[in-house]
């Protein structure tokens, strides 16, 4: 008598069976497909500066600049990003740039190079939510445990009890993220001395995404993780040229942290990148050598406040709920004066019926809470802008 065919087994078993494609993603998909204007996907409408771009052009056709740069990145650019962080950075010692600064592709390549290297299956990482869709994920795929933590609307200010009861002895790392994204809260003093308090006699580790860290509004000042002398010995800090020189699609980002922290990145960002395109990282090494007084970087802030204010001020007196901005370069607003719908089903009509493309604010949440939120990036030309804001006002 023949045998019974084994049993079917698929031949994959999905680590992320409940992720579809990225929010970002599809929304652009959609501004395609109907035309909408894209306010959606976080990238700027503009070009780097020009002389950024010629010195590329330069660094393209250089003899021996189309080989593999070091591991860590090129020392020459990571002496200029020590120099500035020591300039930007009041208060903290420069960073070693040959043990403490790692280039990589992208913050989100050393955003996940930090998760890879630190979390174990089983350990737990807190996240404040709204959160970047890529946090929770990256914790999942190293067997973590997501433990979230609820930021209040409309300020998305932390609340440290909050955070205090979550912490467990199987807590391995804080996430943090400032100015934020999607809210542009920023952190203050007061947040970073609450943060020290509650892991100082642990062995908690921190990971600060400083990634807008020159997009901070009304003279307030960006405070990174590095100026508490209590944090600075446990914290991973990331940040990205992407943001900095408006070219998000070079993908070059880094992560400070102290020799031992960094060496572990290392350990992973060698088996996951290796290293990062050499003629952009030479680009990038003049940017920051010819500009010692950081005048670029200093003027981000009036810059990006200016389009912020623009996009504000053209949809004053309407029916859209303008939440504060204190930093980055998106506006949430509330839409309830048109619509009772979900934040998702909103921002599908809004693309296919006012021809505006956004974010809906429940995609930043593991379990979709959706409080009649939308996100708009103002990081655009003017032009875009007032063009954006005309189908808004109908």
Same mark, same amino acid.
């Given at each position: 008598?023949?045998?019974?065919?084994?049993?079917? /087994?698929?031949?994959? +078993?999905?680590?992320?069976?409940?992720?579809?494609?990225?929010?970002?993603?599809?929304? *652009? #998909?959609? $501004?395609?497909?109907?035309?909408?204007?894209?306010?959606?996907?976080?990238?700027?409408?503009?070009?780097?500066?020009?002389?950024?771009?010629?010195?590329?052009?330069?660094?393209? *056709?250089?003899?021996?600049?189309?080989?593999?740069?070091?591991?860590?990145?090129?020392?020459?650019?990571?002496?200029?990003?020590?120099?500035?962080?020591?300039?930007?950075?009041?208060?903290?010692?420069?960073?070693?740039?040959?043990?403490?600064? *790692?280039?990589?592709?992208?913050?989100?390549?050393?955003?996940?190079?930090?998760?890879?290297?630190?979390?174990?299956?089983?350990?737990?990482?807190?996240?404040?939510?709204?959160?970047?869709?890529?946090?929770?994920? $990256?914790?999942?795929?190293?067997?973590?445990?997501?433990?979230?933590?609820?930021?209040?609307?409309?300020?998305?200010?932390?609340?440290?009890?909050?955070? /205090?009861?979550?912490?467990?002895?199987?807590?391995?790392?804080?996430?943090?993220?400032?100015?934020?994204?999607?809210?542009?809260?920023?952190?203050?003093?007061?947040?970073? $001395?609450?943060?020290?308090?509650?892991?100082?006699?642990?062995?908690?580790?921190?990971?600060?995404?400083?990634?807008?860290?020159?997009?901070?509004?009304?003279?307030?000042?960006?405070?990174?993780?590095?100026?508490?002398?209590?944090?600075?010995?446990?914290?991973?800090? #990331?940040?990205?040229?992407?943001?900095?020189?408006?070219?998000?699609?070079?993908?070059?980002?880094?992560?400070?942290?102290?020799?031992? =922290?960094?060496?572990? %990145?290392?350990?992973?960002?060698?088996?996951?990148?290796?290293?990062?395109?050499?003629?952009?990282?030479?680009?990038?090494?003049?940017?920051?050598?010819?500009?010692?007084?950081?005048?670029?970087? /200093?003027?981000?802030?009036?810059?990006?406040?200016?389009?912020?204010?623009?996009?504000?001020? =053209?949809?004053?007196?309407?029916?859209?709920?303008?939440?504060? %901005?204190?930093?980055?370069?998106?506006?949430?607003?509330?839409?309830?004066?048109? +619509?009772?719908?979900?934040?998702?089903?909103?921002?599908?009509? #809004? $693309?296919?019926?006012?021809?505006?493309?956004?974010?809906?604010?429940?995609?930043?949440?593991?379990?979709?809470?959706?409080?009649? =939120?939308?996100?708009?990036?103002?990081?655009?030309?003017?032009?875009? =802008?007032?063009?954006?804001?005309?189908?808004?006002?109908?």
């Amino acid at each position: 008598m023949a045998s019974s065919p084994p049993p079917h /087994r698929p031949l994959l +078993s999905s680590k992320l069976p409940d992720i579809g494609v990225s929010i970002f993603s599809q929304m *652009t #998909l959609l $501004a395609q497909e109907t035309g909408a204007i894209n306010l959606a996907q976080g990238f700027p409408d503009y070009d780097p500066p020009q002389e950024l771009l010629a010195a590329l052009a330069r660094h393209a *056709t250089t003899p021996g600049h189309q080989q593999y740069a070091p591991m860590p990145g090129l020392l020459r650019l990571r002496a200029a990003i020590a120099a500035q962080v020591s300039r930007l950075h009041a208060g903290a010692p420069a960073p070693d740039p040959a043990t403490e600064i *790692t280039i990589t592709a992208g913050a989100t390549e050393a955003l996940f190079a930090v998760l890879a290297a630190v979390v174990r299956p089983g350990d737990e990482v807190v996240v404040f939510e709204p959160a970047y869709d890529l946090y929770g994920p $990256a914790i999942r795929l190293q067997g973590g445990v997501p433990r979230y933590v609820r930021l209040p609307a409309p300020h998305f200010r932390p609340d440290w009890d909050a955070v /205090r009861r979550v912490l467990t002895p199987r807590t391995r790392l804080v996430m943090v993220n400032t100015p934020h994204n999607p809210s542009g809260a920023v952190f203050d003093a007061s947040d970073w $001395a609450e943060l020290a308090r509650l892991l100082d006699g642990t062995d908690i580790l921190v990971l600060s995404d400083e990634v807008y860290e020159h997009l901070v509004f009304d003279d307030a000042q960006h405070l990174s993780a590095r100026q508490h002398p209590l944090l600075r010995e446990r914290s991973f800090v #990331l940040s990205s040229f992407g943001k900095t020189y408006h070219a998000t699609g070079w993908k070059v980002g880094y992560c400070i942290a102290p020799p031992l =922290l960094s060496a572990e %990145v290392r350990r992973v960002h060698q088996f996951l990148t290796f290293a990062v395109s050499t003629p952009t990282q030479h680009a990038l090494a003049d940017a920051l050598e010819t500009d010692s007084t950081d005048t670029h970087a /200093r003027g981000l802030a009036a810059f990006y406040q200016a389009k912020r204010d623009q996009f504000r001020q =053209l949809l004053a007196d309407t029916g859209w709920e303008l939440l504060p %901005v204190p930093g980055g370069y998106f506006q949430l607003a509330r839409y309830a004066a048109f +619509s009772p719908a979900g934040d998702l089903a909103f921002a599908e009509t #809004l $693309a296919r019926d006012w021809g505006v493309a956004v974010v809906p604010v429940s995609a930043f949440y593991h379990d979709n809470f959706d409080e009649g =939120l939308v996100r708009f990036c103002f990081a655009k030309e003017a032009a875009t =802008l007032t063009a954006a804001t005309t189908r808004l006002r109908r």
